[in-house]
């Protein structure tokens, strides 16, 4: 603690007297269709300026000094748009979109003054259950390292499943249920580190230099969600600067960072905007720095082109490719074998990569469509190796999966009127799969082959939703998803609904209901049993899809114009769980964190998740934010025993606090940041070790029949991150320092039997970690 401080005081001192300014611009477009709107009047409230829209929706301001502002926008017939806190930086031009949302009673020369909507979501038929979150967020909140995933950590209901990765636990789902999407594709895992099935992985493949504002949605999905039952990621990109080039340079604990957006020429309107990362301790261990025996590598790249014509539309071109890799050697040194697990070496190899076209037209004045194809690979690898006491390696474990995609998508928007809207769209998958794994039923048995198979198959999934507008006050959403394996040519049809209700300008309602469903790690499909006559069969053929339903009601109400309390009630019955064939077991796919199940299965399985969550949150305001989330839930399922169990993610409470201060230089040219998260939750589940039989078979023995009836102790941790931001003349550069689990509190991860100690060893999660980062913009 002594070094933050006086790494803070240290920035006070450093002096930037001068007040720079930089141009502020964007354009203005219809919600449903994005239509430009010409002569819509544009606002910088404290400056006292006023500008119009030009034909293209494109308004601008010149020479804005540095600082945050408050903006609006108001145009006939439409509700008035209110942005908050937008910050003007002197290293880049600030560049935004707005949609404004259509009246229905309206007459000639009348303007619905409308409050600031601070995290409602980009996705106009997501009513409950869903916010928006900015780029600045994955940037400002303590330990989210620009990582979408880690900043979702501070919303409410969701809780990291492990400090060491950024798989997320949404209401007591298996992190598994993730959706990933981007500009209306479904995407591969976008995780560095990641592992088959799992949403997540050790860090994300994405920039923040990339994205722009975007959705997260936690239940209840729009009907244009499919194949998904925790959560989804709705991610949107930003358009590179289309009229002047700049650059951000970035170098820090977790990587090298250059980006670099611009136009392709001066009379045309497109732009281009690419991101290339590569590991620091890639960096530090090819020099030396780092032990030999130990490495972790990845770099990864983003781009995203930004291709406008005059009449066939506008066609982007974006995607990423991460690159990684963590490599262990164990001494060949008895004396340095602290535990058993000091024998083993392994190498693990991560990659994926995506790219995708979107073409996007308005076909007169009622309809949009938006059309995209695009390609992806992955590619999951491990082999690990026992070190004997003679030092020669056996090999216990090894496992490669490679998925490609091709996959397409059309969506349309048709406005029949300012009341009454239609979306629809159908989305392809096309996979070509080639899995082979070898493993030991238990440690120490000679490996067999588990997994051998490659072909291909296909997803088919359409939509279609209604929104009716009976009044400005009251919104209805209506729809229905279907979704399709040809692999075993299992369906659902998914019926969706959400309703909204503004009481006042203080309070509103709303209220939520979807079947959702979620095909299986494809490789589950593909597990083989061998029988006592020799016989090699796939018992999990033909699992059918697992499905939830979904009903949430919601409560919000302004306690003060940048005071927000909100309630949410939540239910969610799972059925078609699969579990194990077997009555003495208790597995489901409920409690699946990154592990890969072999075990012969049948969809005889339900669970359910319920509970309330309550928040409290204050918008950023005289350059001070505080959000304050509290969740109480249960999360339960039962196997094919008959007996209902806590699940592995069954924490009962959590409580999350977020806060920041900015202190601004007079001139607001010097900017010092102070932001703090703390997590306390209920500990995750564990399975009771059985001590005797795991001393008499040498390795971890569980008692089935105790499945999860153990809690970790409460998990806690604190995080605080610190910043100083510099404007100067045509350049922004920042400092900042993040310290996660700043107390070094060391929260309880699993326990396991150690043979060679003789006794059950307890390990922990990650303690302290800074993270020192330095960013200029220019």
Known sequence: MKFVLGFALSLLFINVPAQYSQQFRGTVTDQVLQQPLAGATVTISPLGKTVLTDDAGVFRFSNIPVGSYHISISYTGFKEGVLENIAVNSGKETVINVSLEAMIHTEAAVIIKAGSKKNKPLNDMSAVSARAFTVEETQKYAAAVNDPLRMATGFAGVFAADDGNNSIVIRGNSPTGLLWRMEGMDIPNPNHFATPGNSGGGISVLSSQLLSNSDFVTAAFAAEYGNALSGVFDLKLRKGNNEKREYTLQAGVLGLNAAMEGPFSKKYKGSYLINYRYSTLALLSKIGVLDDDGATNFQDLSYNLYLP????????????????????????????????????????????????????????????????????????????????????????YFDKYRTNKIFLNSTLNYKFSNRLNLRAGVIGNLVNYDFYRLSSENEGDPLEEDLNTSGNTSTQQAFAQWQYKPSNNITLNAGMHYFRLAH???????????????????????LGYGLHSQMQTLSVYFAEQKLADGTVIMPNRNLALTKSHHYVFSYSYRVTKNLLAKAELYYQQLFNVPVSVYDSSSLSTLNILNEYVIEPMENKGKGKNYGVEISLERYLKDNFYLTLNNSFYQSKYTAKDGVERNTRFNGNYLVTLIAGKDFLHERKSKIFGVNLKTIYAGGLRTTPIDFAASQQQGYTVFQEKEAYTLQNAAYFRADIGISMKWNRKKLTSTLSLDIQNVTNRLNVFGQWYDEEKNKIVTSYQTGLIPILNYKIEF
């Not at 071109?317 to 060949?332: H, I």
């Not at 969706?496 to 203080?506: D, M, P, T, V």
């Open 309 to 396: 014509t005059n009449k066939l539309g506008t066609f982007t071109f974006f995607g990423f490719g991460g690159l990684s890799d963590q490599k262990f050697n164990a001494k060949e040194d008895s004396l340095k074998w602290e535990s058993k697990s000091d024998r083993y070496s392994y190498t693990f190899l991560s990659n994926t990569a995506m790219t995708g076209i979107t073409h996007t037209i308005l076909a007169g004045n009622k309809l949009n469509i938006k059309s995209g194809i695009g390609i992806s690979k992955t590619r999951v690898g491990y082999d690990e190796n026992y070190t004997e006491d003679d030092y020669t390696s056996t090999g216990t």
């Open 488 to 510: 075993n040519n299992t369906s659902s049809v998914e019926p969706r609904f959400s309703a909204k209700w503004n009481i006042n300008n203080n309070s509103s309602i709303a």
